[in-house]
């Protein structure tokens, strides 16, 4: 069983930055692609940002050139770096993990984390 554990939200105000980790524990051998999602109020739930066991990342439009995902194996963590945030980014995020290829799509996540709330201010 995979465990994932958020961490790293809070308020902020518009044009901040903020780190949210996802640590894991478990049986993580063979997981492949790892993502970030995000869920505001009355939305869909979104992907945000993923990478997959070979480094490759992807990018929602929406975050492109603001966010940065990463990893530390060492650490076990999941790290999102959220540069030049905006009120349209508040929402609940959350890690997943799974096995398959990523495919932009929850499709590809079998694990998930409780999530973390981020709020941006005007």
């Known amino acids: 069983q995979v465990q994932l554990v958020e961490s790293g939200g809070g308020s902020v105000q518009a044009g901040g930055s903020l780190r949210l980790s996802c640590e894991h524990s478990?049986?993580?051998?063979?997981?492949?692609?790892r993502g970030w999602f995000r869920q505001a109020p009355g939305k869909e739930r979104e992907g945000i940002a993923e990478?997959?066991?070979?480094?490759?990342?992807n990018y929602a439009d929406s975050v492109k050139g603001r966010f940065t995902i990463s990893r530390d194996n060492a650490k076990n963590t999941l790290y999102l770096q959220m540069n030049s945030l905006t009120p349209e980014d508040t929402a609940m995020y959350y890690c997943?993990?799974?096995?398959?290829?990523?495919?932009?799509?929850?499709?590809?996540?079998?694990?998930w984390g409780q999530g973390t709330q981020v709020t941006v201010s005007s």
């Open positions: 997943a993990a799974g096995h398959k290829y990523c495919s932009g799509g929850d499709d590809a996540y079998n694990y």
């Open positions: 478990g049986y993580m051998y063979s997981i492949y692609c």
């Open positions: 990478i997959d066991g070979d480094g490759n990342v």
